[in-house]
């Protein structure tokens, strides 16, 4: 491999690199060409590649991208997991070919979010629910008291309008109800009260009509001396 060729690699691998939301290294000895292809595909699925490279290209590609940190993993023959998408689904590939494999893909350790996984860490990461299984679970939690809410407010619709029709039937609401009787309003009492008084007033005697006449002469006269 010329200057030219190393260089390319470099730039790629840097690319890999700055584009990848975790990395994952593998010791790679002793898995077959075949199986690497197998295992591209898979992590293919999960939105990431597998890159084998050397070790010193890869570091200075780590210096390139502004990731020293990668360089510790990049110890013994090496292949770098880069993932685009869901780190728990691509780690999830890595363990499941390993434990098939029962030997080769042993694993040394990550990268996420700028921070050094350890081999365990990333184990730890392969055994978490991918981002799929995750968005279920948070939709089916969301959905859950909407659907009893909805639930609720159909049984309270259906059990007032059981209600309405019932009271509809004993004929208080609609067309057959009674009419009410309209209250007596302010203005028609003064003309029951003038009524009332025309009525007592007639039935009332006459008393200066009736009264006896008193002849004025006799309170007039006088004992003779």
């Known amino acids: 491999m010329n200057?030219?060729?190393?260089?390319?690699?470099?730039?790629q691998i840097a690319e890999d690199i700055g584009g990848a939301e975790a990395i994952f290294a593998v010791d790679y000895r002793g898995i077959t060409?075949?199986?690497?292809?197998?295992?591209?595909?898979k992590l293919g699925d999960a939105d990431a590649s597998l890159r084998v490279a050397k070790n010193s290209l890869a570091e200075?590609?780590?210096?390139?991208?502004?990731?020293?940190?990668?360089?510790?993993?990049?110890?013994?023959?090496?292949?770098?997991a880069f993932v685009r998408g869901d780190a728990a689904a691509a780690a999830k590939v890595l363990a499941d070919t390993a434990r098939v494999l029962r030997g080769p893909l042993a694993s040394k350790g990550g990268l996420l979010g700028g921070e050094l996984l350890t081999a365990a860490q990333v184990d730890a990461i392969a055994k978490l629910p991918s981002r799929e299984v995750l968005y279920g679970q948070l939709v089916g939690m969301v959905a859950a008291p909407l659907t009893g809410v909805a639930r609720g407010l159909n049984a309270l619709i259906q059990g007032l309008a059981i209600q309405l029709g019932a009271i509809q039937e004993q004929g208080l609401v609609g067309s057959g109800a009674p009419d009410a009787?309209?209250?007596e309003t302010t203005e028609d009492a003064p003309a029951a009260e003038a009524d009332a008084s025309a009525q007592a007033s007639a039935a009332e005697?006459?008393?200066?009509?009736?009264?006896?006449?008193?002849?004025?002469?006799?309170?007039?006269?006088?004992?003779?001396?």
């Open 60 to 80: 200075r590609a780590a210096d390139q991208a502004g990731t020293p940190e990668l360089k510790p993993l990049l110890v013994g023959p090496t292949a770098l």
């Open 3 to 11: 200057r030219d060729e190393k260089a390319a690699v470099i730039d």
């Open 205 to 225: 005697p006459d008393v200066e009509a009736t009264a006896p006449e008193t002849d004025a002469s006799d309170d007039a006269t006088t004992p003779d001396a």
């Open 181 to 183: 009787a309209a209250p």
């Open 33 to 41: 060409v075949a199986q690497i292809k197998e295992l591209r595909t």
